[in-house]
C-alpha cells in the first residue's frame, strides 16, 4: 500500500475564510435591505454616470416611482431640468472631494402641488475605497414649514392675546417658576418685564396661603384635578398684599 499526502490546511484555511467573507456580505447585504426598507427617510443610490440603480419604499410614497421605474433612469429622465442641471455640474466636483452636499429645490408633485424638497448626497465608496456612485435622501421641507408658519401663527395671536388682556396671565414650569408674566400680571405686582423670571410663585404668595395652594398644585401635576380656583394674596414688590381670585390649569403635553 502506498498513499500520498499533501498538506492543505491554508487551502482549507482559505476556503473557509472565503467562505466566511462571502458570509459577512450576504449578511451585510441583507442588513442594508432590511435598514433601507425600515428608514422612514427617502434614499436613493447612482451609479457615477447618475444612473438609479434603487431606491428604498419611503423614496417611492414620496416621488411614486418604484425602483422598477427609475433603474437605469438617470436625474435628466426623473427630475425638472434646474433639478437635473446642479446635480450634473457638480457630480464631477463631488466625485473629487468625496464630500456631502445639500441642495434645496422646489419641485411640483403628482398634485401639481409646489413642495420645498431638501436632497442630500455622498459618494459611495468600494471596498477599496473608490467612488462608485453617489447615495442620496430627499426631505419634503413642505409640511414641516407650514407647521412652523402655523406654530408662529399661533404664538402671534397668543402674544396679542397676552399684550391686551386686561387681567394677569402667568406661565410657570412644574416647580411653579415663573416663565413668563403678561404686563398685566407685572402691573398688578409692580414688577417691570421679564424681573420676575425665575421666581417661584410661592414667593410672591402670602405665606399664609401657600400651604391651600401647594395641595392643589400637586393635585393638579398629578391628574386628579383638570383646574382650581381660589381666592389669595401675593405680595407686591413694594411690600403691599393684594387679594386675587385665582384660576390655575395645567398645559400637558400632546
Known sequence: VMAVFEDITE???SRRSLKQEQDDRIRMQRFSD?????????????????AFLGCNEA??????????????????????????????????????????ETYAFHLKDRHGETRKILFNRSVWLDDANKP???????????????SQAALQHSRGRLNTILAN????IVFCDVKGRVEEANPA???MLGYEKGSMNGVSIAALTHRDDTPNEAIL????????????EIEKRFLRKDG?????????????DG
Open 34 to 50: 432590511a435598514l433601507l426598507v425600515a428608514l422612514p427617510t427617502p434614499v436613493f443610490y447612482t451609479d457615477l454616470r447618475g
Open 11 to 13: 487551502r482549507i484555511s
Open 217 to 228: 398644585l400637586q393635585e393638579l401635576i398629578d391628574k386628579q384635578r383638570d383646574r382650581f
Open 165 to 168: 388682556a386686561g387681567v394677569g
Open 185 to 187: 400680571f407685572n402691573a
Open 132 to 146: 462608485i456612485g453617489w447615495v442620496g435622501t430627499i426631505t419634503d421641507l413642505t409640511s414641516y414649514e407650514q
Open 59 to 100: 423614496f417611492t410614497q414620496l416621488t411614486y416611482l418604484t425602483a422598477q421605474n427609475i433603474q437605469g433612469k438617470t436625474v435628466e429622465d426623473l427630475w425638472p431640468h434646474h433639478v437635473a442641471n446642479v446635480f450634473s455640474q457638480r457630480n464631477p466636483v463631488l466625485h473629487k472631494t468625496e464630500a456631502q
Open 240 to 252: 403691599n398684599v393684594i387679594w386675587v381670585h385665582s384660576t390655575v390649569s395645567v398645559l400637558r
